[in-house]
């Protein structure tokens, strides 16, 4: 899997959007980047991922440079049960013979400031 | 309600002593897997099972058992060889036909004294 970077912790009025960077210049081709966020003491869940079009759901859009070696997760109204920790990571989409699970770095610290 | 489901959500145990971390799923996803979480830390899978009957050592396997006797639960053993068993500890599980959404349980918080 790809290694990702992302910042250690990121503030955001309550309101506005957050827009959370995550670095990935080694990804290749076909690996997907996906995003899940843990509120403290919870299980992680998953956001939304993409492979190089921007996607949208109901909680966020995710924006892939055309050179898929970074992206940027916004959450558009960002509320204080928004403040968590948003894990940015890249593979493929369907297990290929190797360990079959997720690699969760230490992500991002989002605190969201009434 | 669809979900996975883990219990308890505090296990106290002595030291020495096997304790096993319960997880149920009922979304029909044939795959299931455990991770470990350490303060201010990723995640670190310890085993996970594609498919019943059958599971494989993740990354931090040691200490650790499972079984698959049935698609809905993946029971996790933390035996008294694992040196540091104090964690939090999450359960997981994906439709293998989809890409690699996982949907997590809300986690067992185990303290060893």
């Known amino acids: 899997d790809a290694k990702t970077t992302q910042p250690t912790s990121m503030d955001c009025a309550e309101g506005r959007a957050a827009n959370l960077p995550c670095n990935h210049s080694t990804i290749s081709g076909n690996e997907y980047v996906y995003w899940y966020r843990q509120i403290h003491s919870q299980g992680p869940q998953y956001i939304i991922h993409g492979l190089k079009n921007n996607e949208t759901n109901e909680m966020a859009s995710l924006i892939i440079t055309e050179d898929r070696k970074s992206s940027t997760l916004i959450l558009p109204h960002a509320t204080l049960r928004d403040t968590a920790v948003y894990y940015c990571i890249v593979r493929l989409p369907h297990s290929g013979g190797g360990a079959d699970g997720l690699t969760f770095g230490k992500g991002t610290h989002l605190i969201i400031q009434p | 309600d669809g979900g996975i489901t883990q219990s308890p959500k505090y296990l106290f145990r002595k030291e020495g002593q096997n304790v096993t971390l319960s997880c149920e799923q009922n979304l029909n996803h044939d795959a299931m897997y455990w991770y470990r979480q350490d303060p201010g830390q990723g995640l670190r899978l310890i085993y996970y099972s594609q498919i019943v009957n059958d599971f494989q050592k993740g990354d931090i396997a040691e200490g650790y058992s499972v079984s698959r006797e049935k698609k809905e639960s993946f029971p996790l053993t933390v035996t008294s060889a694992q040196k540091n068993p104090t964690a939090f500890y999450l359960c997981?599980?994906?439709?293998?036909?989809?890409?690699?959404?996982?949907?997590f349980g809300p986690g067992t918080r185990l303290t060893v004294t």
């Open positions: 997981a599980s994906r439709d293998i036909t989809g890409t690699h959404e996982q949907y």
